[in-house]
């Protein structure tokens, strides 16, 4: 009997689901069914109905970064979580927002901003509607992460149903916990890895009073990186810093909030800016390419490798100073893309950095050659998916070192 | 009382040192850290029978001093082969009892591994040894404009090592966020003796993100030995204010109020009159003798945002009640106020001989009234309550003061203290915000985590630790939860009878 015929005889309509379509694909991995439940109760039984009858399945929200993670050994099933988007609580007084993790990150947004409040997450430049969980599940964070952290220091209480049944809640709602063992952690990056996330509370931020970003044209990398570290290191506080070099051109990105005579008085500081455009339009390179690294370094090796990911084709590079996080954007996939990847990573990790590979053609998508060869606590990893997904059906193959 | 303690260690000072040979293990371990590096005598291991949570006490078999990575993990394998539970200790300076010794234990004390190894300060971020004292850190690096921002009040004595096995916080914590947000990496010697990296100088490393749930694991996944933390900034400019109220409740809707207002302080403290008396005394800033509750507010950054900052805190605590908000006029003012927030603690003594301290969390829009809670609580069970908290957080310190002369009140005291953890978990909160549950909450993870949870975490234990000989009995409840309980009393009330002081010295949170 087919999946979708199984799954219609297992919960009839409580859950609805309909055959895979090739769009449906996960890196040319494709599905036999797409199931999307509408309630936790339900996202609960058909998890662990997958891990009694060994069904495979990819969660999916947005979309927008379902290129990331190596190729699935096998995805029988797209759990979608379009229909898990309701907002659980939003307690404004505490700063926190607790929603199911389809929601949209726009619409998060929205419930918040009445309360002058906003999720301090972001979508990856070049696409919008990233949910909740597809955010968490891959830690993304954007540029702003200089001042408004990653996910991982984010995130204050989650819901994950495990493939034997289990619902885990992590966390609660307060701001800070140290009751047991922090799960929340080993769910935000793990890529769908150890099971479905269901519903996230994160903290909220108060509005800005004001914003502003500066824009700063360069013929040299010295120039761009010597304006970078004078902000860095100097009487500001930029929300997001970046160097984008296009070819021969280079920019420097400054994002600056808070109360405005602040805004208006780092502005000053600098020289005249050349245009007032929007950061996250300028640089949206995060979502670029057919062939995108994302590699983390320290400061004094970042830019040699950004100089050397040009010299090996990259048209564009993003770098977020501050951060030590690298984008190598190629717009048109090498023919050596595994000897480019190879040198890179090599040349990152003789500096104590990594690269992880957020976009490739699928044939060349295994874990190693996405993620790097796993670290030093791999066994530990195993032992952890071994633990929380002894069925081995969430996401199969995605995650470090096959996992 | 005093007469039966001296009556003990004169009795134990009879034991003839030299004649007790050494036990086969105890030669091991020798010859692995030195003979200098080993405490098996029992009245030398008495300073290691209890943390800062003394109402449970138990001597280690052997107390052990490694200097390397390389000590730790022999000293571990050792352990194993005589299969003998392992503690692992930094300052001592825990307020749960998370390295409390079990019977037959070797306690590795990582004191001596004291180094600073390298400090970048173009990448944020230093190398220690688990054993670098908190506030050694921040030292080594203000010159260069630069802090290790995790700041307990202990941090005079506290080491990293101990702030990443409790995950622990301090007031600045709420603008800057506590230990695992300023953890890059750990080495950890794991319960078999291998030696592991989790994270490390960057962030990002792929892979489930087991370094998150490290911190905060109370020694129970291991021993960090080293770690990457990062360094931060110091502001451009603090501006530190004294808000005073003549009503208690008033105080906590300011809190609520200025969270609610969107404003982020670097720190936002309160204390009640319980405690302001007490500070005074001690620290002669200055206080009002007279006022209900005061907010210690911070607020940092920029010079401009720092000031706008404070003056919309200042408005909004006037509108709220204040009836009175000054400010810090320099900087040696501003950390006089901050040494008497710090000591807070060590100054209850002069009001009550003992106390428990608690360390719930409820969620800030529920302060006020979990603050109410607190004081019906406190009646009913006929003890007094004195209050100091990062209010900014919704963490809560009510310290319950006691007399342990007069052995009738610890019941109420313990009652009290569980009826106001419970209530803040009914408040959607949490009964530790930075102290941990070593030995002292254990009873409470039940009722705050399903079976589910808790099987789930036992599950990421047993990853690490699987045969359970690392920190057993700590932080997760065994299946005799209720026997815990009951235990957990009986010490507290042996512990009593032994005239032992409740948390009496300078104890930090």
């Known amino acids: ?225 010597a304006q970078a570290r004078a902000i860095f290191e100097g009487p500001f506080e930029p929300t997001a810093l970046r160097i984008h070099a296009h070819s021969a051109t280079f920019f420097v990105l400054a994002q600056f909030d808070g109360v405005e005579k602040a805004v208006q008085i780092q502005m000053e500081r600098l020289p005249a800016a050349v245009s007032q455009d929007d950061i996250g339009h300028q640089a949206g390179a995060d979502g670029a390419g057919e062939l995108r690294l994302r590699a983390v370094l320290p400061l004094q090796s970042a830019a040699a490798w950004a100089q050397q990911a040009q010299q090996l084709g990259a048209d564009q590079i993003a770098w977020d100073y501050g951060l030590g996080i690298i984008y190598a954007i190629y717009s048109k996939v090498p023919d050596n893309a595994v000897d480019v990847v190879t040198k890179l990573r090599a040349q990152a990790q003789a500096e104590g950095g990594l690269v992880v590979v957020e976009r490739a053609p699928h044939d060349l998508k295994t874990p190693d050659f996405v993620w790097g060869a796993p670290p030093s606590a791999f066994a530990l990893m195993r032992s952890l998916k071994n633990t929380f997904d002894a069925a081995h059906v969430c996401a199969p193959g995605r995650f470090v070192g096959g996992l | 009382m005093e007469t039966k303690i001296k009556q003990a260690r004169s009795a134990r000072s009879h034991e003839p040192r030299t004649l007790v040979a050494p036990t086969p293990l105890v030669s091991e371990l020798q010859a692995i850290v030195g003979v200098d590096g080993v405490i098996a005598q029992s009245d030398d291991l008495m300073v290691y029978e209890c943390d800062a949570y003394v109402a449970a006490k138990q001597q280690p078999k052997t107390v052990v001093f490694p200097t390397t990575t390389e000590q730790v993990a022999a000293v571990v394998k050792a352990a194993n082969r005589h299969q003998v539970p392992v503690v692992p200790r930094g300052a001592g300076t825990g307020l749960a009892g998370g390295t409390l010794a079990e019977t037959d234990s070797v306690m590795i004390v990582l004191s001596r591994m004291n180094q600073i190894q390298e400090i970048d300060i173009p990448n944020r971020c230093a190398l220690v040894e688990a054993g ?180 919309r805190a200042a408005q909004i605590c006037t509108e709220s009640g204040a009836r009175e908000v000054r400010t810090a006029k320099d900087e040696k003012e501003r950390k006089h106020l901050w040494a008497a927030r710090k000591g807070a603690f060590g ?111 036992k599950d990421l234990r047993n990853v690490f630790n699987p045969d359970n000989l690392f920190n057993p009995s700590k932080l997760l409840p065994s299946s005799r939860g209720c026997i815990e309980v009951g235990k957990a009393y009986q010490n507290a009330a042996s512990a009593i009878e032994k005239g032992m002081t409740f948390l009496r010295r300078g104890v930090p949170l």
């Open chain 2, 347 to 457: 100054a209850l003594g002069r009001t009550s001989p003992s106390y428990v301290t608690q360390d719930g969390v409820v969620p800030r829009s529920r302060l006020a009234e979990m603050l109410k809670e607190v004081k019906r609580i406190a009646q009913e069970h006929d003890v007094r309550v004195a209050n100091v908290f990062h209010a900014g957080d919704g963490n809560l310190h009510p310290c319950i003061l006691f007399d342990e002369r007069d052995t009738s009140q610890l019941p109420r005291v313990l009652e009290a203290g569980e009826a106001i953890l419970k209530r803040c978990i009914d408040f959607g909160g949490s009964v530790t915000g930075e102290h941990g549950i070593g030995v002292e909450k254990i009873n409470l993870m039940e009722y705050a985590f399903t079976p589910e949870t808790l099987g789930a975490m």
């Open chain 2, 132 to 311: 670098v004292v908190n506030l050694h850190l921040t030292r080594a690096v203000s010159d260069q404009g630069f802090c290790y921002a995790p700041d307990p009040s202990s941090q005079a004595a506290c080491t990293i090592g101990g702030n990443i096995a409790n995950n622990s916080g301090g007031p600045h914590t709420l603008k800057y966020g506590v230990t695992v947000n300023h953890t890059l990496g750990v080495e950890l010697v794991l319960p078999n003796g291998d030696v592991v990296w989790l994270g490390g100088k960057v962030e990002g490393i792929p892979g489930y993100d087991l370094l998150g749930p490290c911190v905060g694991s109370e020694g129970t996944f291991g021993i960090v030995t080293r770690a990457w933390v990062k360094l931060t900034k110091l502001p451009e400019a603090a501006n530190t204010m004294l808000a005073i109220f003549d009503d208690f409740d008033a105080s906590a809707q300011a809190v609520s109020n200025i969270i609610a207002a969107g404003i982020i302080p670097a720190a936002l403290e309160m204390l009640d009159d319980v405690f302001l008396p007490c500070i005074e005394q001690a620290y002669k800033f200055g206080f009002p003798l007279d006022a209900a509750a005061i907010l210690l507010i911070e607020t940092d950054g920029l010079k401009e945002a720092a000031a706008e900052e404070a003056a």
């Open chain 1, 1 to 225: 009997m087919d999946l979708l015929q199984r799954l219609q005889d297992e919960f009839k309509e409580a859950l609805p689901v309909r055959a895979a379509a090739p769009s449906d694909a996960v890196d040319g991995v494709t599905s036999q069914a797409v199931a999307a439940p509408a309630d936790a109760t339900t996202a609960q039984a058909l998890v662990a109905w997958c891990g009694r009858e060994k069904v495979s399945f990819i969660p999916r929200g947005g979309s927008t970064k379902l290129e990331m993670g190596a190729r699935p050994q096998s995805c029988d099933l797209i759990i979608s979580t379009e229909n898990l988007n309701a907002i659980i609580e939003h307690d404004e007084g505490n700063a926190t927002i607790a929603a199911q993790t389809g929601i949209t990150l726009a619409a998060l947004n929205q419930a918040v901003g009445e309360q002058r409040q906003f999720v301090p997450l972001e979508e990856t430049g070049l696409q919008s509607g990233a949910t909740l969980g597809g955010i968490i599940a891959t830690n993304y964070a954007g540029m702003t992460r200089l001042k408004y952290a990653a996910p991982r220091d984010l995130v204050v209480g989650l819901h994950a149903v495990l493939s034997d049944g289990r619902l885990v809640k992590a966390g609660s709602k307060v701001v800070k916990n140290v009751s047991g063992y922090d799960l929340n952690k080993i769910f935000i990056g793990s890529f769908g890895n150890l099971g479905l996330i269901t519903e996230v509370t994160i903290r909220l931020r108060p509005n800005n009073a004001a914003s502003a970003v500066w824009r700063g044209q360069f013929k040299t990398w010295q120039e761009a990186i």
